[in-house]
C-alpha cells in the first residue's frame, strides 16, 4: 500500500520532525534550545494533526517502503497509539518549555539536552506507530540509550550510577524481549503482528509459552513493575527534574503499551494464570509503593516511589479484563494518560522547588506555599489526580477499574485500589502539609523563572480536565479496536449517547 | 541437527550470561556478561534460521534473520559504548566501579 | 585523570569488608545456578519443538530480489525491504556517540606514545584498509559486505590513528566531525522523506530503476558515519 503525499503525511511527521530535530541540534550546539523548542512545537502539531486523522478516517496503515508483511514493515496508526501519542506530545511541549527556562545556564548540558530528548521523543514515536515486533526491539533500545543517557546528564555520583544501572536493566529487558521475538520468527516466519496473531494459534505450544515469557518478562523489567522496580527510584530520582519528568511520564508507558498490544493483539486475551500474576504484582506494587512512598525524605524519592505504586494499577487491569470485559483495560489506559500528566507536573513541581531552595528535603519545605504559589497549585492539582479525586482523569481511570472490579466480584483488588487512593492521599498531604509550615532552618529562596512554574501549572491543570474531556477521548480511545473490546458508551460516567 | 546445536548453544550462553550478569558486582563483568547475552540470542535467532526437514535435505540460508542479527550487534556494540563511558565517568566521580545497593539510598 | 597522562598499572588490593559482603553467599549462588539451569531446560524444550522445516522468509526475498535493486538477498533486506529498521539502528549509534559525549571529555589521541612497532603500522596499514573498506562498500551489492562492515574496518583505521598517537586537527573535531557523524542518518533521512514526495512514491519507497544508486548513495555516507562514530566511540568522550 504505496502512500501518496498529497496534503501532509502525518505519520511520516511524528517520526521524521524530531528526528531531524535532533539532528539540526545536535550539528548547532549553540542553537540548540531555539531549534529544540521549534521543533517540539512542530511536533506536537504534527501529532495533533495525526489525532485528528485517525479520528476522521479511523485507523491508518502504512508499509514502508511499499512492502507489505511479512516482507516488509508497517505502521499502524489506531486508537491506542494515537492517544499515546497525543499525551506524549503533550507531556513533550510542556517540558520542552520547561527545560529551555532549566538548562539556560549550563551550557554543556543544554547542548546535549535537546538532542538526547528529541531523539527520545522520536523513540516514543516510533515504537507507538510500530507494527512489527523486531522493529519494536530497535525503537525500545533506541528508547533506553537515550533514558539512560539523560538520567547521567547532571553528572553526579548518583545520577551517574542510577543511569549505568538503568542501562543495563533496559538493555537486559530488551535482550529478553528479543529471545522470544527470535523464537516466534522461526515458529511463524514472520515478525508482524497481525500475521502473528493469525499463526500463533497452531504454533508449538512449549515455543509460543517460552516467547511469550521471554518478552512479558523483559517488558514488566522495563515497566518497572514489582518486583522489577529496584532500578527506577534511583534513576528517577537522581536525573535533572525535565528528564525525570520524561522518565516517569512517558518512558515507562512504552513498555507497558507494548504489554497491551502483545496482550490483545497477538495473544488476542491471554491466559488466566498470566492475569491473575500481573493483577497480584500490580497489587503488591501498589501497596509497597504507597508505603515506601510516604516514608520518603526527599521529595523526588517520594514522586519516585508514587511512580512505582501507580505502574501497579495499571496492571491490576488485566485479572479485570477477562471474559470479555473491556471496561478495565480503558480504565488502566485513561489512568496511564491522566499518570502521564500528573506525574510530569509533580516532577516539574519538585524542579521548581529544588531550584528555589537548593534542597528537596520534605520537611525542610518552610513555608514555600506562600513563597511559590503557582508551584504548590501544580503539586496539588497533580496530587488531586494521584490520589483519583473527581472529576480528573486519575479518578475517571479508577472509576473504571473499579466498576469493573465490583462487576466481577473481584473485592480483593477493589480493596486494594482503594486502599492505595488512601495511602496516595498521606504521601501528597505529606508534602502539601510541610508546604505550609515553616522548616527547621529559613531558606532564602532563590528565583525560579516562570516558564518553568507556568508549565506545571499547566500540565497538571490538563491531568484535572482530562476527566472532563471523557466524552470527546472515548471515541478516540476506541478507534480501530475490535467491536467486541468496546465498551458501552452509556456505562461510562458523564457521557451521553 | 546441526542448527539445533546452534540454537542450543545459544541459549546456554543467554543463561550462563544471566548468572553472571546477576552475581558479579563489578560494572565491567556485568558489561561483559550482557555482552555474551547478546551474543546467545543472536546465536539462537541465526542458527535455527533455515533448519531443513527430517530428511535433511539443505536449504538456503534465510536472509532475514541475518539482517536482525546485524542490527542486533551494532546495537550491543552502541550500548556496550555508552555502558563504559558511563562507567568510567563513575569511576572518575567516586572511585568505585560497582553499583551501591539501592537499598541504601 | 583525564589527561593526557598515561595511568600507571592498577595495583591490587584486597576487597573491603563492605564489598566482600556484597557477594551473593554460595547458597544464593547455587540456588541461582539450579534456577537457570531449570529456565535453560524450559528453553531447549522451546527450542525442539520449533516446526522443520523452518518456516522463513528466503521464499519471499526470493522472489522480489530482482525489483530490489541489489542482488545479495541480505543486502536487500538491510536497505530495501526493512530499511526502516537500518535507518533506525543508524540513529541509535549516533545516540549512543551523543550519549558518549554528553558524559566525559575524550582523553587526547597526542598523548599516547607509540612503541616501535605501532610507530610503522599506520603507514603501512591505513591505506590498505581504507582499500578494504571500499571493496567491501562495493561488494555489498552482490555478495556479503556492506555499509556496516566497511564502515567498522575505517572505525579501526581511527583506532590505530589514535592509538599511534596522532589525532584529528582541532578544526576537524567541531562541526565537521558532527557532521560526518549524523550524514549516515542524514542521507538516509532525507532519501526516505524525499522519495515519498513524489508522485506514485512513499516512505522510504525506492523506485526500482533508482534502487541501486539510492542504495549505494545511502551506503557510501553510512560507512562514512559509522567509522567516524566508532572511532570516536573508542576516544570515549567529547573532543
Given at each position: 500500500?504505496?502512500?501518496?503525499?498529497?496534503?501532509?503525511?502525518?505519520?511520516?511527521?511524528?517520526?521524521?520532525?524530531?528526528?531531524?530535530?535532533?539532528?539540526?541540534?545536535?550539528?548547532?550546539?549553540?542553537?540548540?534550545?531555539?531549534?529544540?523548542?521549534?521543533?517540539?512545537?512542530?511536533?506536537?502539531?504534527?501529532?495533533?494533526?495525526?489525532?485528528?486523522?485517525?479520528?476522521?478516517?479511523?485507523?491508518?496503515?502504512?508499509?514502508?517502503?511499499?512492502?507489505?508483511?511479512?516482507?516488509?514493515?508497517?505502521?499502524?496508526?489506531?486508537?491506542?497509539?494515537?492517544?499515546?501519542?497525543?499525551?506524549?506530545?503533550?507531556?513533550?511541549?510542556?517540558?520542552?518549555?520547561?527545560?529551555?527556562?532549566?538548562?539556560?545556564?549550563?551550557?554543556?548540558?543544554?547542548?546535549?539536552?535537546?538532542?538526547?530528548?528529541?531523539?527520545?521523543?522520536?523513540?516514543?514515536?516510533?515504537?507507538?506507530?510500530?507494527?512489527?515486533?523486531?522493529?519494536?526491539?530497535?525503537?525500545?533500545?533506541?528508547?533506553?540509550?537515550?533514558?539512560?543517557?539523560?538520567?547521567?546528564?547532571?553528572?553526579?555520583?548518583?545520577?551517574?550510577?542510577?543511569?549505568?544501572?538503568?542501562?543495563?536493566?533496559?538493555?537486559?529487558?530488551?535482550?529478553?524481549?528479543?529471545?522470544?521475538?527470535?523464537?516466534?520468527?522461526?515458529?511463524?516466519?514472520?515478525?508482524?503482528?497481525?500475521?502473528?496473531?493469525?499463526c500463533i494459534g497452531d504454533a508449538p505450544r512449549p515455543a509460543v509459552q517460552a516467547a511469550v515469557g521471554a518478552m512479558v518478562a523483559g517488558l514488566l523489567l522495563k515497566t518497572a513493575l514489582f518486583p522489577f522496580h529496584f532500578w527506577l527510584p534511583p534513576a528517577h530520582a537522581s536525573a535533572p527534574a525535565p528528564v525525570s519528568a520524561v522518565l516517569s511520564a512517558l518512558v515507562v508507558k512504552a513498555s507497558f503499551y507494548l504489554l497491551l498490544r502483545l496482550w490483545f493483539d497477538v495473544l488476542g486475551g491471554g491466559g488466566r494464570g498470566l492475569a491473575e500474576l500481573l493483577g497480584a504484582l500490580g497489587a503488591a506494587a501498589v501497596i509497597w509503593g504507597s508505603v515506601l512512598a510516604w516514608r520518603q525524605e526527599h521529595l523526588k524519592q517520594l514522586i519516585a516511589y508514587s511512580t512505582v505504586a501507580q505502574v501497579g494499577y495499571f496492571f491490576m487491569a488485566f485479572p479485570l479484563s477477562m471474559a470479555g470485559h473491556a471496561g478495565a483495560w480503558s480504565g488502566a489506559l485513561y489512568l496511564a494518560l491522566a499518570h502521564g500528566l500528573a506525574k510530569a507536573a509533580m516532577f516539574m513541581s519538585a524542579g521548581n522547588l529544588m531550584r528555589f531552595g537548593r534542597q528537596d528535603r520534605i520537611a525542610e519545605l518552610d513555608r514555600v506555599a506562600y513563597r511559590l504559589p503557582l508551584t504548590l497549585a501544580a503539586f496539588t492539582l497533580a496530587g488531586v489526580s494521584i490520589m483519583g479525586l473527581p472529576p480528573s482523569g486519575g479518578f475517571i481511570g479508577k472509576w473504571l477499574m473499579l466498576q469493573a472490579a465490583f462487576q466481577q466480584g473481584r473485592v480483593d483488588l477493589a480493596a486494594v485500589m482503594l486502599f492505595g487512593g488512601v495511602l496516595a492521599a498521606a504521601y501528597v498531604f505529606k508534602v502539601v502539609g510541610s508546604a505550609f509550615t515553616p522548616g527547621e532552618h529559613e531558606h532564602r529562596g532563590l528565583a525560579v523563572p516562570a516558564a518553568m512554574e507556568w508549565s506545571a501549572l499547566l500540565l497538571a491543570g490538563a491531568a484535572i480536565l482530562l476527566g472532563l474531556t471523557l466524552p470527546l477521548l472515548w471515541p478516540l480511545l476506541h478507534v480501530g479496536t475490535a467491536p467486541a473490546a468496546a465498551l458501552p458508551l452509556a456505562t461510562a460516567p458523564g457521557v451521553t449517547s | 541437527m546441526q542448527a539445533l546445536f546452534w540454537a542450543l548453544v545459544g541459549m546456554a550462553l543467554v543463561v550462563i550470561g544471566l548468572y553472571a550478569l546477576i552475581v558479579h558486582r563489578h560494572l565491567l563483568r556485568k558489561v561483559l556478561a550482557l555482552n555474551i547475552m547478546s551474543s546467545g540470542v543472536f546465536l539462537v535467532f541465526i542458527g535455527l534460521a533455515r533448519r531443513p526437514a527430517q530428511d535433511g535435505a539443505a536449504l538456503a540460508p534465510d536472509p532475514v534473520p541475518q539482517a536482525m542479527v546485524l542490527t542486533g550487534i551494532v546495537v550491543a556494540v552502541a550500548a556496550t559504548g555508552l555502558a563504559l563511558a558511563l562507567i568510567v565517568r563513575l569511576r572518575s566521580e567516586s572511585g568505585r566501579s560497582t553499583l551501591d545497593d539501592p537499598a541504601d539510598d | 585523570m583525564d589527561g593526557g597522562k598515561r595511568t600507571h598499572a592498577p595495583h591490587r588490593r584486597e576487597p573491603t569488608r563492605a564489598e566482600a559482603r556484597e557477594e551473593l553467599p554460595s547458597w544464593g549462588r547455587t540456588l541461582l545456578a539450579l534456577a537457570l539451569l531449570g529456565l535453560l531446560a524450559g528453553l531447549a524444550w522451546a527450542v525442539l519443538s520449533l516446526p522443520r522445516p523452518a518456516p522463513g522468509l528466503a521464499d519471499a526475498v526470493g522472489a522480489r530480489l530482482a525489483e530490489s535493486g541489489v542482488s545479495h538477498p541480505v543486502t536487500a533486506v538491510l536497505l530495501n525491504f526493512r530499511g526502516y529498521d537500518t535507518l533506525l539502528e543508524l540513529v541509535v549509534l549516533l545516540l549512543a556517540l551523543i550519549g558518549t559525549w554528553s558524559v566525559r571529555r575524550a582523553r587526547r589521541c597526542a598523548g599516547n606514545v607509540p612503541g616501535p612497532v605501532l610507530r610503522q603500522l599506520p603507514g603501512l596499514l591505513a591505506p590498505l584498509m581504507v582499500l578494504i573498506a571500499g571493496y567491501l562498500l562495493w561488494a555489498g551489492a552482490h555478495a556479503p559486505g556492506g555499509a556496516f562492515q566497511a564502515g567498522s574496518l575505517l572505525g579501526g583505521v581511527g583506532i590505530l590513528l589514535c592509538l599511534s598517537g596522532h589525532s584529528m586537527p582541532d578544526w576537524a573535531q567541531r562541526w565537521p566531525l558532527r557532521l560526518v557523524a549524523l550524514l549516515g542518518v542524514a542521507v538516509f533521512a532525507l532519501s526516505g522523506v524525499g522519495v515519498a514526495a513524489l508522485p506514485s512514491g512513499g516512505l522510504l519507497d525506492w523506485p526500482p530503476a533508482a534502487a541501486k544508486t539510492l542504495i549505494l548513495g545511502i551506503e557510501l555516507a553510512a560507512m562514512l558515519s559509522i567509522g567516524v562514530i566508532l572511532a570516536a566511540l573508542f576516544a570515549g568522550g567529547r573532543p
Open positions: 500500500m504505496r502512500l501518496a503525499l498529497g496534503g501532509l503525511d502525518w505519520t511520516l511527521a511524528v517520526v521524521f520532525v524530531p528526528l531531524g530535530g535532533a539532528l539540526l541540534c545536535f550539528l548547532l550546539p549553540r542553537r540548540t534550545a531555539v531549534l529544540g523548542l521549534i521543533t517540539a512545537w512542530l511536533t506536537a502539531m504534527a501529532t495533533l494533526g495525526l489525532t485528528l486523522d485517525v479520528l476522521a478516517k479511523g485507523a491508518q496503515r502504512t508499509a514502508l517502503g511499499g512492502w507489505e508483511a511479512p516482507l516488509g514493515i508497517l505502521w499502524l496508526a489506531d486508537g491506542l497509539s494515537v492517544s499515546l501519542m497525543a499525551m506524549t506530545a503533550s507531556v513533550g511541549v510542556a517540558v520542552s518549555v520547561y527545560a529551555a527556562a532549566y538548562f539556560r545556564d549550563e551550557h554543556t548540558e543544554r547542548a546535549f539536552f535537546w538532542p538526547l530528548w528529541l531523539l527520545l521523543w522520536t523513540a516514543l514515536n516510533a515504537l507507538f506507530l510500530s507494527a512489527d515486533l523486531f522493529n519494536l526491539y530497535v525503537t525500545l533500545e533506541l528508547l533506553g540509550f537515550a533514558a539512560a543517557s539523560l538520567t547521567a546528564l547532571s553528572g553526579s555520583t548518583a545520577a551517574l550510577a542510577g543511569a549505568i544501572r538503568y542501562l543495563m536493566v533496559s538493555v537486559l529487558g530488551s535482550l529478553s524481549y528479543l529471545l522470544g521475538v527470535a523464537l516466534i520468527y522461526h515458529a511463524c516466519g514472520t515478525v508482524d503482528i497481525a500475521l502473528v496473531a493469525a | - | -
